[in-house]
């Protein structure tokens, strides 16, 4: 099984930003399938016996973002859709669950998420478009080595939170197993 494939069943939020990344690889690489293979996935696989599988997959999502014009910038379609999903996930947690927990964890990373879009290029994104590019943010700053402060960490561990308790919900409402009133 992919990676991917593993992740969106397991952990939507940790999908979206693998898919994030793998966007980006592809378009660092210029669209080339074999650049892709070569230098990204070969090296990652234990098994040679998943280059075909990984060959097929990349070579659509190539396809994907060429049909979708997004050589510079943008996410695929199914990215956007599974936000929409997760952002009336949120909206319906927030004010319909019976559960408090939600809206604690959510105003306490809500602060965090408004001062990120402030500070950023997302001002017409929802808080949970937000958080995500602020984790994708986090995680580019981990590849490059870069320090991130006390308090920028406690941000982020904030939004990581409030997505992670969402993710679960994702799953449950997936897997038909969410009431709203009792979640």
Same mark, same amino acid.
């Given at each position: 099984?992919?990676?991917?494939?593993?992740?969106?069943?397991?952990?939507?939020?940790?999908?979206?930003?693998?898919?994030?990344?793998?966007?980006?690889?592809? +378009?660092?690489?210029?669209?080339?399938?074999?650049?892709?293979?070569?230098?990204?996935?070969? @090296?990652?696989?234990?098994?040679?016996? !998943?280059?075909?599988?990984? *060959?097929?997959?990349y070579a659509d999502l190539i396809e994907q973002m060429k049909a979708q014009r997004?050589?510079?910038?943008?996410?695929?379609? %199914?990215?956007? %859709?599974?936000?929409?999903?997760?952002?009336? $996930?949120?909206?319906?947690? !927030?004010? /319909?669950?019976?559960?408090?927990?939600?809206?604690?964890?959510?105003? +306490? /990373?809500? @602060?965090?998420?408004?001062?990120f879009k402030e500070r950023s290029n997302l001002k017409e994104m929802n808080h949970?478009?937000?958080? $995500?590019?602020?984790?994708?943010?986090?995680?580019?700053? *981990?590849?490059?080595?870069?320090?991130i402060t006390q308090e920028t960490e406690e941000a982020f561990d904030a939004m +990581?939170?409030?997505?992670?308790?969402?993710? *679960?919900?994702?799953?449950?409402?997936?897997?038909?197993?969410?009431?709203?009133?009792?979640?």
């Amino acid at each position: 099984m992919l990676i991917a494939e593993q992740k969106k069943k397991e952990n939507i939020a940790e999908y979206i930003l693998l898919m994030y990344q793998i966007e980006d690889i592809v +378009r660092s690489a210029e669209f080339d399938l074999d650049k892709i293979m070569d230098s990204f996935v070969k @090296p990652q696989l234990s098994d040679d016996s !998943f280059v075909e599988a990984n *060959r097929k997959w990349y070579a659509d999502l190539i396809e994907q973002m060429k049909a979708q014009r997004l050589q510079k910038a943008g996410h695929i379609l %199914e990215i956007k %859709e599974i936000l929409l999903e997760l952002s009336y $996930l949120h909206n319906s947690m !927030f004010s /319909a669950s019976a559960d408090g927990k939600y809206k604690d964890i959510v105003n +306490r /990373a809500v @602060p965090f998420i408004d001062e990120f879009k402030e500070r950023s290029n997302l001002k017409e994104m929802n808080h949970i478009e937000i958080a $995500l590019h602020a984790m994708y943010m986090k995680l580019l700053l *981990r590849l490059k080595k870069k320090e991130i402060t006390q308090e920028t960490e406690e941000a982020f561990d904030a939004m +990581r939170m409030m997505l992670a308790f969402l993710s *679960r919900a994702y799953k449950q409402m997936k897997s038909g197993d969410m009431n709203f009133m009792n979640n």
